[in-house]
């Protein structure tokens, strides 16, 4: 058998651009409890300084959710600018399920972390995925 070439690896990582035209992947948490109150996760923001939120979008999750609600925020314990507001997850009723959340800020922010916050715990075991979207001006800044 002949040599097929080097060998490749497929990871999940931010997208790098060197324009702010394009809608990038900044930041991803995956597995978030939604069984318990408070901050759950930190996303972390990926290759970016200065950037706004377009898309927020919660999927992947593991039981039909009937009273959780969650959001994502700049500052831990729900602080500093809600990004997304704590809302019901009612939306998420398997892990086929995609529901983008309403932004609720738009402003450029600098946080290099968000926080997933849960409001109301499911009162079950369950989790689900958060992706951030959005525009990076960095190179701008």
Known sequence: MSNPGPA??????????????AIRLLG?????????????????????????????????ASTSLTTAA????????AGGTAIVANAALSALTGSTVVSQRTVASTATQSAQNLYVNVGTAQGAAATIDVYVYGYDFSTYS
């Open 28 to 60: 991803v948490a995956t597995g978030v409890n939604v069984n318990a109150t408070g901050d759950q996760a930190v996303i972390q923001i990926n290759n970016s300084t200065n950037y706004s939120v377009s898309n927020v979008v919660f999927t992947n």
């Open 70 to 77: 969650a959001g994502v925020f700049t500052a831990p314990s």
């Open 8 to 21: 490749s690896t497929t990871t999940i990582h931010p997208s790098n651009l060197a324009s702010n035209q």
